[in-house]
């Protein structure tokens, strides 16, 4: 059974890479015979992926080539994420970052801080956008992007990264990915994207009404109204209980798996602007705010669910409620790592072509 996986995951790397176009058909070949190794032995590192140490030299030979780029290994995973995504009247596009720890290879060059200054960890960051369907089908990636933080540089203050211009912030690689997605968006497909708290950037609510692009983010800020009442939390928190469900927890290293009962609550908020100065003046926005809360958890719950997602799509009862908190869960596949014994190919293709990226990350830094 799983010699007959990795055969299948073999022959969709073979498929995703037929149109990569290197200029040089020994590269375009190269990365094939990359591809189909990592996806053979996706969980192992490159050097025991491959067949013996001539094509282990190649596969670094191939990264290390100025002819390779991200950008160009990348083209034909796009395209032929996109086209899958036309097969499906509503598509989520989930945003997340992941940082990727090399503390422990000091003669590393050109990497970042990363972690808390008191860590005093290095690496680097990844943030990706993965195209998945409501049901949770993994797609392929619709972005993605590296970034170093400088080490030694002082944290900015509230006061200073207020006065910062949202394209000099660390923050706005999320607004950067929702273009790219709203650029791949194929007609008559409805894409949603769903970021978390990080994603909580007046600046992406006006992309989104500017492009007239669904979204759906967490809260993190409990943010003024343009209305009676004055702060976000409040007013959702104000609303009549529309009814009860059940989630399931995803367990990650600081929590166990388990199902939780919560409570639904919504209602339409208009979000006052944020002071910006010596910037473009910013419109209110109004959007759909759902509060999803866990008023009654076990004794041993450290950490209840309360969840106030923020969204631009339609929510007039509880069923589209529901709906959107469903869009929220899926959000998870992004956290969750496939491995080689994935049941299916684009999940364990993923894996791959993150893997092709963080090898030539690494070999270029």
């Known amino acids: 059974m799983a010699s ?5 995951n073999i022959s969709w790397a073979t498929e995703e890479f037929s149109k990569i176009q290197l200029k040089d058909k020994r590269l375009n070949q190269r990365c094939k015979k990359v591809a189909r190794a990592l996806a053979q032995q996706s969980t192992e590192p490159i050097n025991q992926a491959c067949e013996d140490w ?3 030299k190649a596969a670094y030979r191939f990264f290390d080539n100025p002819k390779v780029s991200p950008e160009k290994i990348l083209a034909p995973h796009y395209e032929r994420t996109v086209k899958r995504m036309k097969s499906h009247a509503l598509v989520l596009a989930v945003q997340d970052t ?3 720890n090399y503390t422990h290879h000091p003669q590393t060059k050109g990497l970042g801080e990363i972690g808390t200054k008191a860590q005093n960890q290095r690496g680097f960051g990844m943030h990706s956008t993965l195209a998945v369907t409501p049901q949770g089908l993994p797609l392929g990636l619709l972005t993605q992007q590296y970034f170093e933080r400088p080490i030694g540089e002082a944290s900015h203050t509230a006061s200073e990264n207020q006065k910062l211009p949202i394209e000099e912030k660390e923050s706005y690689r999320w607004i950067e990915a929702f273009e790219q997605v709203i650029a791949l968006t194929p007609e008559e497909v409805q894409v949603v994207t769903v970021c978390d708290r990080e994603a909580d950037i007046y600046e992406m609510f006006v992309l ?7 979204l759906l983010v967490r809260a ?7 209305e009676e009442a004055k702060y976000l939390w409040a007013k959702v928190e104000s609303q009549t209980q529309v009814g009860e469900i059940t989630v399931d927890i995803i367990g990650n290293d600081k929590r166990k798996a388990r199902q939780a009962i919560v409570s639904v609550r919504f209602c339409t908020v208009t979000l006052r602007p944020p002071w910006r100065p010596q910037q ?3 419109p209110p926005i109004t959007l759909t705010a759902i509060l999803v809360r866990e008023d009654n958890p076990a004794a041993d719950i450290k950490e209840p669910i309360e969840w106030l997602l923020l969204t631009n799509t339609i929510v007039n009862d509880f069923s589209q409620a529901l709906q959107v908190i469903e869009w929220y869960c899926s959000r998870w596949q992004i956290e969750v790592s496939q491995s080689a014994k994935s049941s299916n190919p684009v999940a364990a293709l993923k ?7 963080c090898v030539f990350k690494t070999i270029s830094l």
Do not use: G, H, I, P
């Not at 007959?4 to 299948?8: A, C, E, G, R």
């Not at 993190?220 to 343009?226: A, F, Y």
């Open 54 to 56: 001539a094509d282990t």
């Open 4 to 8: 007959k996986q990795k055969s299948k």
């Open 98 to 100: 992941t940082f990727f």
């Open 351 to 357: 894996t791959v072509v993150c893997k092709l990226l």
């Open 220 to 226: 993190n800020m409990d943010r003024r109204l343009d």
């Open 280 to 282: 473009k003046k910013l």
């Open 208 to 214: 989104a009404e500017e492009k007239q692009a669904d």
